[in-house]
């Protein structure tokens, strides 16, 4: 099974030459690459995942029933939110969606597992920091989905070949056909391979004169999107099996 998902986020970098990109702008750019995404899920057929960054979740809200009304998950990315504030965004999410939010995404910035439980979610998918040294890390990993503290664990995932993690930064950086063939192999030997990728990706950094690191700029914008239409069309073909992650869990 293939676990596609989204984190939505504003991208934070810093531009060039003193351009003053204000939030506004910043959000409007989220906007414009969740519908590029929409608009390639919509065309191949397929459900993902979206973990939205709570302190947008209210300035996001038409994106989101958007997001929701196509058939999507809505789940929450936590950047740096107080348990209170992740507790005031799920019931006003829930509210205007008329949805329960079952899963909750973190990095650096993590509560409790204990304290999750408590404001109703089902499921943590935690992930790392993905920089350009971390794919050559060897890492020690376990696909098994476990519980603790009655709410489910999602492990991120790694190839058991290549040891290669199936973050952000892998997806953007490597050829599609060696993605392709590391996903084909790992679901072999694995129930599913997690994927993510980041909205800020399918930004234009050249045109917006954001400072983006090169390993970053590469496969960014336009090509990220050519990058996602031929791996879903890849999918299709192959005839894998997608799902969102709450049916997949529950």
Do not use: C
């Amino acid at each position: 099974m293939i676990l596609l998902t989204f984190n939505l986020m504003n991208i934070e970098s810093e531009t060039k030459n003193d351009v003053q990109i204000f939030d506004d702008e910043r959000l409007s750019i989220t906007e414009a690459n969740t519908k590029s995404i929409l608009r390639i899920l919509d065309i191949h057929e397929i459900k993902a995942s979206f973990f939205i960054e709570i302190s947008l979740i209210e300035k996001l809200k038409n994106l989101i029933k958007a997001i929701s009304a196509q058939g999507h998950e809505i789940a929450f990315y936590n950047k740096n939110s107080s348990a209170s504030q992740i507790e005031e965004a799920k019931k006003f999410a829930e509210d205007f969606l008329e949805k329960q939010i079952k899963g909750i995404r973190q990095k650096e910035f993590k509560i409790a597992d204990a304290d999750l439980k408590l404001m109703g979610f089902s499921y943590i998918s935690n992930i790392d920091n993905a920089d350009i040294l971390f794919p050559f890390k060897r890492l020690k990993r376990d696909s098994e989905i476990t519980e603790e503290n009655g709410i489910s664990i999602i492990p991120e995932s790694i190839s058991p070949y290549s040891q290669l993690p199936y973050n952000d930064f892998v997806f953007q950086a490597l050829p599609m056909k060696y993605y392709q063939n590391m996903v084909f192999e790992t679901l072999k030997n694995d129930d599913f391979v997690l994927i993510y990728l980041d909205s800020w990706q399918f930004t234009d950094v050249a045109k917006y004169q954001f400072k983006v690191p090169f390993y970053r700029r590469y496969n960014s914008g336009k090509k990220m999107e050519d990058k996602l239409e031929a791996f879903l069309s890849w999918i299709n073909e192959k005839e894998l099996a997608t799902s969102r992650m709450k049916d997949y869990i529950f």
